[in-house]
């Protein structure tokens, strides 16, 4: 079944306008096994369980990926091994249940961090696998949102990593197992990521070398972005994997770890709803729909109008004119008591009506579970999982 053929089936049967969540799982298991063959010998692919936790994507997922990186005790119960758990603010609980768990590796970010860990191990009497974040002093390619080469919260400054690497190699209970470099969100230059993968080698290498690490795992992890403002204009896998490959002199034994959230699942949802009203006012046009920021807040936190498509509906049963607006500008608004509920703004359409339903694509990752549900509580959408085995 098609996003259109719900909504037609919808339509004919329905007792309240459609706002419903469609995941292509069909689309998620091709586009993954597409990433997956794409990428070298020496690369693992895990999947950033914040990017989209439904558990109908994680289970489709779980055979396809080598993993999963998880980011908070509640994630990790959401998923099998293997699993990398990192955090920049991890409870004493989460790091227990982490430990339990046996975790492939966890991050750490701070010395506090570092000797927590190594505290709760040896009362466990384990030795866990950790590996260090690093905020880079420079060169991360700039993107939406920087977590490195910037002041954050994120990571251990580059400056101290050789202190926390001889602090963690006096240590019992912990073993530097590697180093992991997530340092932006959504990048959208192929070369530029590949340039970043590459810097990220040769620093841990350098730090291997420079403290006799045995380090077997540099973790780059995820970054790789959707273009929202001009979807055709997508990020260049095929350039992205190739450069990859032609890395294999620079690996030098290590294993490379991605950890793709946003690009994996993105493309597979859609948010679909239904238009309430269209309207004027002070010579600008809005059509409200059933929903809102309140189940889509990707737009409104990145303040940008979301990639967005018109089913039009021409069926039209009460008795009276049906609002709309041709070949103008038009700002698409929720059901919320907010200004700031907007998932498009000012852009053009050749016609829109009361009744016509807004497909918003994109919407696999970043979307419902960021979102402040119990606002004004509406009622949630449907969520509807489109399964044609590919």
Same mark, same amino acid.
């Given at each position: 079944?098609? +996003?259109?053929?719900?909504?037609?089936?919808?339509?004919?049967?329905?007792?309240?306008?459609?706002?419903?969540?469609?995941?292509?799982?069909?689309?998620?298991?091709?586009?993954?096994?597409?990433?997956?063959?794409?990428?070298?010998?020496?690369?693992?692919?895990?999947?950033?369980?914040?990017?989209?936790?439904?558990?109908?994507?994680?289970?489709?997922?779980?055979?396809? $990926?080598?993993?999963?990186?998880?980011?908070?005790?509640?994630?990790?119960?959401?998923?099998?091994?293997? !699993?990398?758990?990192?955090?920049?603010?991890?409870?004493? !609980?989460?790091?227990?249940?982490?430990?339990?768990?046996?975790?492939?590796?966890?991050? +750490?970010?701070?010395?506090?961090?570092?000797?927590?860990?190594?505290?709760? /191990?040896?009362?466990?009497?384990?030795?866990?696998?950790?590996?260090?974040?690093?905020?880079?002093?420079?060169?991360?390619?700039?993107?939406?949102?920087?977590?490195?080469? $910037?002041?954050?919260?994120?990571?251990?400054?580059?400056?101290?990593?050789?202190?926390?690497?001889?602090?963690?190699?006096?240590?019992?209970?912990?073993?530097?197992?590697?180093?992991?470099?997530?340092?932006?969100?959504?990048?959208?230059?192929?070369?530029?990521?590949?340039?970043?993968?590459?810097?990220?080698?040769?620093?841990?290498? #350098?730090?291997?070398?420079?403290?006799?690490?045995?380090?077997?795992?540099?973790?780059?992890?995820?970054?790789?972005?959707?273009?929202?403002?001009?979807?055709?204009?997508?990020?260049? *896998?095929?350039?992205?994997? #190739?450069? @990859?490959?032609? @890395?294999?002199?620079?690996?030098?034994?290590?294993?490379?770890?991605?950890?793709?959230?946003?690009?994996?699942?993105?493309?597979?949802?859609?948010?679909?709803?239904?238009?309430?009203?269209?309207?004027?006012?002070?010579?600008?046009?809005?059509?409200?729909?059933?929903?809102?920021?309140?189940?889509?807040?990707?737009?409104?936190? *990145?303040?940008?109008?979301?990639?967005?498509?018109?089913?039009?509906?021409?069926? *039209?049963?009460?008795?009276?004119?049906?609002?709309?607006?041709?070949?103008?500008?038009?700002?698409?608004?929720?059901?919320?008591?907010?200004?700031?509920?907007?998932? $498009?703004? /000012?852009?053009?359409?050749?016609?829109?009506?009361?009744?016509?339903?807004? +497909?918003?694509?994109?919407?696999?990752?970043?979307?419902?579970?960021?979102?402040?549900?119990?606002?004004?509580?509406?009622?949630?959408?449907?969520?509807?999982? @489109?399964?044609?085995?590919?």
């Amino acid at each position: 079944m098609r +996003i259109e053929q719900y909504i037609e089936n919808k339509k004919r049967k329905q007792d309240g306008p459609i706002c419903a969540y469609l995941y292509d799982l069909g689309q998620l298991r091709n586009h993954v096994r597409i990433i997956k063959s794409s990428l070298p010998a020496f690369c693992r692919l895990f999947y950033a369980v914040k990017a989209n936790p439904d558990p109908r994507i994680l289970g489709t997922l779980a055979p396809l $990926v080598d993993g999963f990186e998880v980011a908070s005790g509640g994630e990790l119960e959401k998923v099998k091994s293997p !699993v990398l758990f990192g955090a920049p603010a991890k409870k004493q !609980v989460e790091i227990e249940k982490a430990i339990d768990a046996g975790v492939e590796a966890m991050n +750490i970010e701070s010395f506090h961090d570092l000797n927590r860990i190594e505290w709760l /191990s040896k009362q466990k009497e384990v030795v866990t696998p950790i590996m260090i974040r690093v905020n880079l002093s420079r060169d991360v390619p700039e993107s939406h949102h920087m977590m490195s080469g $910037v002041p954050t919260q994120f990571g251990v400054d580059e400056r101290d990593v050789p202190m926390i690497i001889q602090k963690a190699q006096q240590m019992s209970h912990v073993s530097v197992e590697g180093f992991h470099f997530h340092a932006m969100s959504n990048n959208l230059k192929a070369e530029a990521h590949l340039q970043f993968v590459s810097m990220c080698l040769e620093k841990a290498k #350098s730090w291997r070398d420079r403290f006799g690490l045995d380090i077997r795992t540099v973790d780059v992890g995820g970054g790789i972005g959707i273009n929202y403002w001009n979807p055709e204009d997508k990020f260049d *896998w095929d350039t992205f994997a #190739s450069g @990859l490959h032609k @890395l294999e002199p620079q690996m030098d034994g290590l294993t490379l770890v991605l950890e793709l959230g946003r690009f994996m699942t993105a493309a597979s949802g859609s948010y679909v709803t239904e238009v309430i009203d269209v309207k004027a006012n002070h010579d600008h046009h809005f059509a409200l729909i059933r929903g809102g920021t309140h189940h889509l807040r990707l737009p409104a936190a *990145w303040k940008m109008s979301h990639p967005f498509r018109i089913h039009p509906v021409e069926e *039209w049963e009460l008795p009276y004119e049906r609002p709309g607006v041709t070949k103008a500008e038009v700002t698409i608004a929720g059901e919320l008591c907010t200004p700031n509920d907007v998932l $498009v703004k /000012s852009e053009y359409v050749e016609e829109l009506r009361a009744g016509d339903v807004v +497909i918003f694509d994109y919407a696999g990752a970043y979307a419902w579970t960021i979102s402040h549900h119990e606002f004004l509580s509406h009622p949630e959408p449907e969520f509807i999982y @489109l399964d044609e085995k590919h």
